[in-house]
């Protein structure tokens, strides 16, 4: 065999091996599922009962917690259309400097739209923004507000159905109300790793 064949025949070979495992880029529905750490920010809350107190007491500040989320969307190859919800928890923290020992939680139901940038490839980063409406629940009082986010992520295709992926979502809520106090500016993000399984 001539040594212009061998270069050939071998040539042939690495470009069959180093093509994309997953050339085509799949549609259909998803289920997914993520899990990690929350961070809810500090938020300055307004009181509605003392407005005498100096605002710099009226802070609440939250240990970081569990966050988690779980979605259903349909995936159109680049584009991805999820409906999710979105929790974040707060083990203790501090209100206004009193210690606080119960649980907090911050749930959001969001509809995303999502853009991956390799989407025919193994690994592929991705972002999305979402909307929705977000409920903070703390001390025993509560309230729902619109809101919005931000997510980026990688995930990695193991097989044609099944993606893991790394992801951080931010959500902001720009104005939340109790009887007894308001917080503008609300935000908490989620840092997770989770499945992607389309059927």
């Known amino acids: 065999m001539s040594l212009k064949k061998s270069l050939v025949k071998l040539s042939?070979?690495?470009?069959?091996?180093?093509?994309?495992?997953?050339?085509?880029?799949?549609s259909g529905f998803y289920v997914t599922?993520?899990?990690g750490l929350n961070k809810i920010s500090d938020l300055d809350r307004f009181s509605n009962t003392d407005v005498n107190v100096a605002r710099d007491k009226l802070k609440i500040q939250f240990d970081d917690g569990l966050g988690f989320d779980l979605g259903f969307g349909y995936d159109f190859g680049s584009t991805r259309i999820e409906g999710s919800w979105i929790r974040g928890q707060?083990?203790?923290?501090?209100d206004s400097r009193a210690v606080f020992k119960t649980d907090a939680s911050i749930d959001s139901l969001h509809l995303s739209g999502f853009y991956d940038l390799r989407s025919?490839?193994?690994?592929?980063?991705?972002?999305?923004?979402?909307?929705?409406?977000?409920?903070?629940?703390?001390?025993?009082?509560?309230?729902?507000g619109l809101s919005y986010g931000l997510a980026l992520g990688v995930s990695y295709k193991t097989t044609d159905q099944t993606e893991f992926f790394v992801k951080t979502t931010g959500i902001i809520t720009p104005e939340l109300k109790t009887?007894?106090?308001?917080?503008?500016?609300g935000s908490y993000a989620n840092g997770t790793i989770g499945v992607r399984y389309m059927f």
């Open 90 to 94: 707060s083990p203790s923290g501090l």
């Open 12 to 26: 042939i070979g690495v470009s069959l091996i180093s093509s994309p495992i997953f050339a085509e880029e799949n």
């Open 33 to 35: 599922g993520s899990v």
């Open 179 to 185: 009887s007894s106090w308001n917080v503008k500016e």
């Open 120 to 144: 025919s490839k193994q690994w592929s980063p991705f972002v999305g923004l979402s909307v929705g409406s977000t409920r903070i629940e703390h001390v025993n009082k509560s309230d729902t």
